[in-house]
Nanobody
């Protein structure tokens, strides 16, 4: 099994910054992809950003230029630096990892961390 533990959520004013972190542990041979989704109240979960172990990275249009993902392949961690936060960034943020256990690829999710942007 694989566990993802997130940290770093909280309350911030519009225009402020937050940094989320996620650490994966457990039966990991390698991690192909790590990243973040988010889910706002009453909305579907949406992709925020993801990065592969080859360095390919994608961002949702709504966060381009404001959010930056960084990954440490040796430590199986991924961070999300969020700048210039907007009210509409308020959501529960979920870390995910596509893990190669040595025999198969599976997607795992963290428990979620709340990010609230409010004045």
């Amino acid at each position: 099994q694989v566990q993802l533990v997130e940290s770093g959520g909280g309350l911030v004013q519009p225009g402020g910054s937050l940094r989320l972190s996620c650490a994966a542990s457990g039966s990991i041979f390698s991690i192909y992809e790590m990243g973040w989704y988010r889910q706002a109240p009453g909305k579907e979960r949406e992709m925020v950003t993801g990065t592969t172990n080859g360095g390919s990275t994608n961002y949702a249009d709504s966060v381009k230029g404001r959010f930056t993902i960084s990954r440490d392949n040796a430590k199986n961690t991924v961070d999300l630096q969020m700048n210039s936060l907007k009210l509409q960034d308020t959501a529960v943020y979920y870390c995910y990892a596509v893990v190669n256990s040595g025999r198969t690829y599976s997607t795992y999710w963290g428990q979620g961390t709340q990010v609230t942007v409010s004045s």
